[in-house]
């Protein structure tokens, strides 16, 4: 069965244009999880989806980053303006019933450049 | 401000010996725990977790023990192997609240043949 995918692999940006990144989760996994990892850095907290719930947007760290979820499976994170702080890998993880004692399950990732 | 802290960036460990990474916790509220492992390039992947309520938990060679006084958990690898070579993170919630994982910031543990 598929894993958690996510696309493009890398993307290089120009300052200050807008980027979407993409992520499929595993099939019938109602959760779904974005988190950046920023050079040197954990794992941090972006947005949660949960089902039809409102995302918890609490990880988000400015209002140039935005998120959706559409039919509850495919999400696209996007950031618009972008800034060289941005370069970060960006992590998507997906699980079966959101509960956060339960196993994520992690794409490979998109490394983001921003020049 | 840090809720879960790995002080250590790097470890080296020779085959066939332990391999002991560990992970501090400053929430008291923090009930369970994880550890994920990550290879370069690929997402991480879910190793081992405990719960509050026990202080080890043993998954083959791989063995977690939580000290809840202290706000300590570490992860032992024996015998490390060099296939064990990767990052690991530590993670730790709160059941019940916010469905959060909180990180550390990773060890990268190094087993040399």
């Known amino acids: 069965g598929a894993g958690v995918s996510q696309s493009p692999s890398n993307k290089v940006t120009e300052k200050g244009k807008d980027v979407e990144l993409r992520c499929d989760p595993i099939s019938g996994h109602t959760a779904l999880y974005w988190y950046r990892q920023s050079l040197g850095q954990g794992l941090e907290f972006l947005i949660y989806f949960q089902g039809n719930s409102a995302p918890d947007k609490s990880g988000l760290p400015s209002d140039r980053f935005s998120a959706e979820r559409t039919g509850g499976s495919v999400s696209t994170l996007t950031i618009q303006r972008t800034q060289q702080e941005d370069s970060a890998v960006y992590l998507c993880?997906?699980?079966?019933?959101?509960?956060?004692?339960?196993?994520?399950?992690f794409g490979p990732g998109t490394r983001l450049l921003v020049l | 401000d840090q809720q879960v802290k790995q002080n250590s960036p790097s470890l080296s460990v020779q085959e066939g010996r332990i391999s002991i990474l560990n992970c501090d916790y400053t929430n008291s509220m923090f009930d369970y725990f994880l550890w994920y492992k990550k290879y370069p390039a690929e997402g991480p992947t879910f190793l081992i977790s405990?719960?509050?309520?026990?202080d080890k938990n043993e998954d083959g060679r791989f063995t977690v023990f939580l000290n809840k006084s202290a706000k300590h958990l570490s992860l032992h690898i024996v015998p490390s192997q060099p296939g064990d070579s990767a990052v690991y993170f530590c993670?730790?919630?709160?059941?019940?609240?916010?469905?959060?994982?909180?990180f550390g910031k990773g060890t990268k543990l190094t087993v040399n043949p």
């Open positions: 993670a730790a919630l709160t059941q019940g609240g916010s469905e959060k994982l909180v």
């Open positions: 993880a997906s699980s079966s019933m959101g509960l956060a004692s339960e196993t994520q399950y």
């Open positions: 405990i719960s509050s309520i026990k």
